[in-house]
């Protein structure tokens, strides 16, 4: 269930939270827990939830309604997999995103051990999940550096140095040359000259400061400059290492067996710590290979053994604009002020600080219908 809007992403990440609340309160109720205590995890949900104005409104949404639904059988398939294990759930959104993990919450056992498990939770099936996202630049970032949190990487050159910012075009272009992989100079140029581009036109150009003026130039620059950037971008990372390759695609895909997988939707439930089909997946991972190719305006990956296909994963290129115009779904007449921007501002006009986040996308898809990991019809949860 994508976080479409601002007040969405509130209502996902209440999600998280009320997930750890339910768990852990039930794992109390059943004699499981270690710490014999929820109440922290249910005053965090709540007041999380009530300081963004979201309370009453997660009450009526499928966020709380499918946790209801699967929570109470995701406990008894956990003892019913560690029959002899206490548990506690813990939180880890915030920790885990500065260490460039998926996971949203942990399950901490009595004997030390810690699980990080992401949760997908989806309105209308988890057929095809989306994973992870980023810019087009950080995209190939993620294959030839090694992160230090949210759009760092470490030196690759002087191990033990500084830091460096995803975003610094020079220091890029330096490594990229010492690390011998100079001809993805020409991706990383078309990337620059792309956000460039869209940045000069709908940031600075008056033509642009309403969304009506610019939203056809928008829409055309979606598909014909993603698709332009997919074409560069596949043919640079084809010349890469194909270990390298692999290496990233499993781990952006969650599917290098690090992290567990919750997916839950209206009626399905499945969970990586125990569904045999999605075990077996992983570790023919291991030993696959994986092949990159141009489909529609993204990149397919392609994951294959001597058995065949395993799964394949869609990263489409596309441009994100990230609320840089004024468009609330009640349209008004005259002018609104704005409480985060300062000024007063017409329906679809461009917000002055948040236009300059627009940005190039991409996001990650999991074709888990494909794979037979995901019903064709979604009969009943189990």
């Not at 852990?24 to 004699?31: D, L, P, S, W, Y």
């Not at 002087?158 to 040359?177: A, H, V």
């Not at 620059?221 to 596949?234: F, T």
Request: with cysteine; proline share 3%.
């Amino acid at each position: 269930m994508g976080a479409g809007s601002r007040k969405d992403h509130y209502m996902q990440d209440t999600g998280e939270k009320y997930i750890v609340f339910r768990l852990q309160k039930i794992c109390v109720e059943r004699g499981r827990s270690i710490s014999g205590t929820f109440h922290t995890e249910e005053e965090d949900y709540r007041s999380y939830a009530k300081e963004r104005g979201v309370y009453s409104d997660f009450q009526k949404s499928p966020y709380k309604s499918n946790i209801d639904l699967h929570c109470e059988n995701f406990f008894k398939k956990l003892i019913g997999l560690y029959p002899d294990q206490k548990f506690d759930f813990v939180d880890v959104e915030k920790e885990y995103r500065d260490l460039k993990m998926k996971g949203d919450f942990a399950i901490e056992f009595e004997d030390g051990r810690r699980s990080s498990i992401s949760l997908k939770n989806y309105k209308g099936g988890f057929s095809r999940p989306q994973l992870c996202s980023g810019t087009w630049n950080s995209f190939i970032n993620n294959f030839l550096f090694k992160s230090s949190g949210v759009g760092m990487f470490e030196d690759p050159i002087n191990k033990g140095g500084e830091r460096w910012k995803g975003s610094n075009r020079e220091k890029r272009n330096s490594f990229i040359s010492q690390l011998g992989h100079g001809h993805l100079a020409e991706a990383y140029a078309e990337c620059d000259m792309v956000l460039d581009k869209i940045r000069s036109y709908y940031i600075d150009n008056t033509h642009a400061e309403f969304w009506d003026n610019v939203k056809e130039d928008w829409k055309r620059d979606c598909k014909q400059d993603g698709l332009k950037a997919a074409k560069i971008v596949c043919a640079a990372i084809n010349k890469l290492p194909p270990t390298m390759i692999k290496e990233r695609v499993l781990e952006m895909a969650g599917l290098n067996g690090v992290e567990e997988l919750l997916m839950i939707d209206d009626k399905n439930m499945m969970c990586s710590l125990w569904n045999e089909n999605y075990r077996t997946m992983i570790g023919r991972c291991k030993g696959c290979k994986v092949t990159a190719s141009v489909k529609g305006k993204g990149i397919l990956f392609v994951l294959l053994d001597d058995e065949g296909e395993i799964i394949d994963i869609e990263v489409p290129f596309t441009l994100q604009k990230n609320g840089g115009w004024y468009l609330p779904k009640e349209v008004y007449e005259g002018t609104k002020y704005h409480k985060k921007e300062k000024v007063e501002l017409y329906h679809g006009q461009r917000r002055p600080k948040k236009v300059r986040e627009l940005a190039t996308s991409t996001n990650t898809y999991l074709n888990l219908q494909k794979a037979g990991l995901y019903p064709k019809k979604r009969a009943g949860a189990k």
